[in-house]
């Protein structure tokens, strides 16, 4: 079973630039998250989807921040404009539908290393 | 405020020994928690979890224990392989998602 891909790997942008991450979810997984983990830090949800609807977004900085699921099944996440502080990893996780056994066990992607200078 | 705390940075453990890994939580509102492990540029991999109406969860090395009296809970690795040294977080799970501690290196010694 293929686990959850996020792409890019890497990205390094100067302040005030835009920039946009990509996750494809497990398949037949209706929770999508993404999270943002500082060095040194454990991971902070930002965002969760189900299906296309967001139930929580309560710590996305929407002022430069924004996420979409407009079909249910990948994501993306942007940020414009980046600050040096957005420097972070940001992980995209998935999971069953709330309910479901093993709902709450959430499967995280490689993350997308972003640096801002 | 942090609702999850992991108050030890790193832990060195020899091979073959036991490691234990602590947590602390303040919120007592949740339905359970779960252990992730994460290896350098990987994301976190589940490892283990455990509910609330329990006090210990196993699953082959690795055992959990819920003190909710002390709202403390800890991992247990035993024996201890080179292939555990990871970073370690602790998050506890409810309706509103996941709450991660801010993770402890476990270095396994040869």
């Known amino acids: 079973e293929a686990g959850v891909a996020q792409s890019p790997r890497y990205k390094i942008i100067e302040k005030r630039q835009s920039v946009a991450f990509w996750c494809n979810p497990i398949?037949?997984?209706?929770?999508l998250y993404w999270y943002q983990q500082i060095l040194g830090q454990g991971p902070k949800l930002l965002i969760q989807?189900?299906?296309?609807?967001?139930?929580?977004d309560s710590q996305l900085p929407k002022d430069r921040f924004s996420a979409e699921r407009l079909k249910g099944v990948d994501s993306t996440l942007k940020i414009q404009p980046a600050k040096l502080e957005d420097s972070a990893v940001y992980l995209c996780?998935?999971?069953?539908?709330?309910?479901?056994?093993?709902?709450?066990?959430?499967?995280f992607g490689p993350g997308t290393r972003l640096t801002v200078t | 405020d942090q609702q999850v705390k992991q108050n030890s940075p790193s832990l060195s453990v020899q091979e073959g020994r036991i490691s234990i890994l602590n947590c602390d939580y303040t919120?007592?509102?949740?339905?359970?928690f779960l252990w992730y492990k994460k290896y350098p540029a990987e994301g976190p991999t589940f490892l283990i979890s455990?509910?609330?109406?329990?006090d210990k969860n196993e699953d082959g090395r690795f055992t959990v224990f819920l003190n909710k009296s002390a709202k403390h809970l800890s991992l247990h690795i035993v024996p201890s392989q080179p292939g555990d040294s990871a970073v370690y977080f602790c998050?506890?799970?409810?309706?509103?998602?996941?709450?991660f501690g801010k993770g402890t290196h476990l270095i396994i010694q040869p």
């Open positions: 996780a998935s999971s069953l539908a709330p309910g479901l056994a093993g709902a709450y066990e959430q499967y």
């Open positions: 455990i509910s609330s109406i329990k």
């Open positions: 998050a506890k799970g409810g309706a509103d998602g996941l709450t």
């Open positions: 398949s037949g997984h209706a929770t």
């Open positions: 989807f189900q299906n296309n609807g967001v139930v929580d």
């Open positions: 919120n007592s509102m949740f339905d359970y």
